[in-house]
């Protein structure tokens, strides 16, 4: 939604709709976000792994809605925190902690490693975010 709010021109109607489920969403998002800064595998999950993919994809998201003024302040805190947590986790280049591949719908297990789809979102979030202070 980030993504696409970028690129809506304001004036339409249905511009303001989305921006405020947008708004929402993360706000909702964000209160599952863990202590450390990640976010879990599952959003509900206290318990389990972390997933450093699945977090710099929301992390991404809010960095770039938080950059393009459809977010306001009060959500940079946490992305600081999220993003500064991911990058301490990056060991040789690689981001380690990422889920492992779908087998079929709906089916993940649960192995986690350094796979090459976890560092897109990093290096997304890492770029847009870079310089952003808490």
Known sequence: MSESLKYIEETRPSYEMIKQTYRRLVDKVE????????????????????????TAMILYSIADALENKIL?????SRMVRGRDALWNSVKEGKVPGCLAECQGFCMYPQVYGAYPWSLGPAISLFVTAKGTEA
């Open 72 to 76: 306001i302040g009060i959500h940079k």
């Open 31 to 54: 209160a599952y976000q863990l202590e450390g800064g990640l976010y879990s595998w599952q959003l509900g999950a206290k318990e389990g792994p972390v997933d450093t993919s699945g």
